[in-house]
């Protein structure tokens, strides 16, 4: 389940082009299962009527401070009650300067100044603006009060200009808000990650790969980012967007997966091998495109270095977490690599199980035995990896 399901959020959202986005973001919230109260300020309005946030939320949309349909005339106060935040996105300039100055001139400001909730703030703004210095001392200032303030990003902006200031994206709003609701069990920790296959040329246009979506392994890396770790996510190739909060680095072959994560692995508090390393390359890449006979061809091949087992042997290592996805007799070769490897945690899958979809059913192995989850998205695997991998670390360092 997610970290926001169940939990009332107030969305408030205010003048800026970005306001058309904040209708997606509260119809994601929505579907993550919070239940989603918007705040429209007067310029906000300008841009996206409440008729259209009204449908999405299924709740009544505020924008008046003085609105008689609030019984008791304390809109500022009865809206925030019970609310986990209040979520401003887009969070313009002039917002943000009020709030800093504890303004309450309107709706928003004076809710936001009588609240005993967090406060998050998107800023979606021109990059001058963004870049003034006035904005600048207010996020300072903000920050300083304790508002959690995400993003903006760099890029397009309405105006025609490119540069920072544009609002996140409302995906990377419900990860980044899933993220600030989501227990910190690796708090303070760094995670290096392998995920996706590797990929080893035979020539400049060929090669030889594993199957591997990648898809285990980012879920994975995104729920050690949600629970409060500093995630080094090295990827072979996949078609997945790297999570929010997750430096991805990009790799191809297995040799330049294991160099990636020896420059990475200093400070590692916990190595997980998720990727789906290709056993061998062949011995000699051709320099051009190999050209078609009528006879047959031998390659050579040549194994790769085991970059877990590499990790596992160093002489201090970090927490390793391995992966075995099997075809048959899953206990015995996950216990296997358990051993062989030195590794502290095996999570075992069948690959007729999970390979390439969204759901998987795996099984854990450490020094206790062997502990099955239930089947489910790879999200909620992820969370019972982290939950396991959490509780395995804390004992050690005891
Ligand atoms: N692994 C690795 N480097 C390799 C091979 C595997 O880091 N060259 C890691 C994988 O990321 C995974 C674990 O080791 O976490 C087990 O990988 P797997 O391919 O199942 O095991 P192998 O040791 O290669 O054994 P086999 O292919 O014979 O099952």
């Given at each position: 389940?997610?970290?926001?399901?169940?939990?009332?959020?107030?969305?408030?959202?205010?003048?800026?082009?970005?306001?058309?986005?904040?209708?997606?973001?509260?119809?994601?919230?929505?579907?993550?299962?919070?239940?989603v109260h918007v705040v429209l300020t007067d310029a906000g309005s300008r841009f996206v009527t409440a008729v259209t946030f009204q449908a999405l939320s299924g709740n009544?949309?505020?924008?008046?401070?003085?609105?008689?349909?609030?019984?008791?005339?304390?809109?500022?106060?009865?809206?925030?009650?019970?609310a986990a935040a209040i979520l401003i996105a887009p969070a313009s300039a002039d917002v943000?300067?009020?709030?800093?100055?504890?303004?309450?001139?309107?709706?928003?400001?004076?809710?936001?100044?009588a609240r005993d909730c967090p406060l998050l703030v998107a800023p979606a703004m021109n990059r001058q603006m963004w870049e003034n210095p006035a904005t600048a001392r207010n996020l300072a200032r903000l920050r300083e009060d304790g508002v959690h303030v995400l993003g903006p990003d760099t890029g397009e902006q309405?105006?025609?200009?490119?540069?920072?200031?544009?609002?996140?994206?409302?995906?990377?709003?419900?990860?980044?808000?899933?993220?600030?609701?989501?227990?910190?069990?690796?708090?303070?920790?760094?995670?290096?990650m392998t995920a996706g296959p590797t990929f080893e040329a035979i020539d400049?246009?060929?090669?030889?790969?594993?199957?591997?979506?990648?898809?285990?392994?980012?879920?994975?890396?995104?729920?050690?980012?949600?629970?409060?770790?500093?995630?080094?996510?090295?990827?072979?190739?996949?078609?997945?967007?790297?999570?929010?909060?997750?430096?991805?680095?990009?790799?191809?072959?297995?040799?330049?997966?294991?160099a990636a994560v020896m420059d990475n692995l200093?400070?590692?508090?916990?190595?997980?091998?998720?990727?789906?390393?290709?056993?061998?390359?062949?011995?000699?890449?051709?320099?051009?495109?190999?050209?078609?006979?009528?006879?047959?061809?031998?390659?050579?091949?040549?194994?790769?270095?085991?970059?877990?087992?590499?990790?596992?042997?160093?002489?201090?290592?970090p927490f390793c977490v391995g992966f075995a996805a099997e075809s048959r007799d899953l206990d015995i070769y996950a216990q296997g690599k358990l051993r062989a490897k030195r590794l502290q945690l095996v999570v075992g899958n069948l690959v007729q199980d999970g390979l390439g979809g969204d759901l998987n059913t795996v099984v854990l192995y450490d020094a206790e035995g062997r502990t099955p989850l239930q089947r489910a998205s790879k999200d909620e695997v992820a969370l019972g990896i982290v939950a396991r991998l959490a509780a395995r670390l804390t004992q050690q360092l005891r």
């Open positions: 389940m997610s970290a926001i399901a169940g939990r009332k959020l107030v969305v408030a959202v205010t003048g800026g082009v970005a306001a058309y986005k904040a209708a997606e973001l509260v119809r994601l919230l929505g579907k993550a299962g919070a239940d009544t949309v505020w924008s008046d401070l003085w609105d008689p349909r609030m019984p008791n005339n304390m809109a500022h106060i009865d809206l925030t009650r019970g943000l300067a009020k709030i800093v100055h504890g303004m309450a001139d309107d709706l928003l400001t004076t809710m936001c100044l309405a105006c025609g200009e490119v540069g920072m200031g544009r609002m996140l994206e409302p995906e990377v709003l419900v990860e980044a808000v899933t993220a600030f609701f989501s227990d910190k069990l690796l708090g303070g920790r760094k995670v290096v400049p246009v060929r090669g030889i790969t594993n199957t591997s979506s990648g898809k285990m392994g980012y879920a994975l890396a995104q729920a050690c980012a949600r629970a409060g770790a500093e995630v080094v996510l090295v990827s072979g190739p996949t078609a997945l967007q790297a999570p929010y909060g997750v430096r991805r680095v990009d790799v191809r072959s297995a040799l330049e997966m294991r200093d400070d590692a508090d916990v190595f997980v091998g998720v990727a789906a390393v290709a056993d061998y390359r062949p011995a000699q890449p051709a320099e051009h495109k190999i050209k078609k006979s009528g006879d047959g061809l031998v390659l050579e091949l040549t194994p790769n270095p085991d970059i877990l087992a590499e990790v596992a042997a160093r002489a201090s290592p």
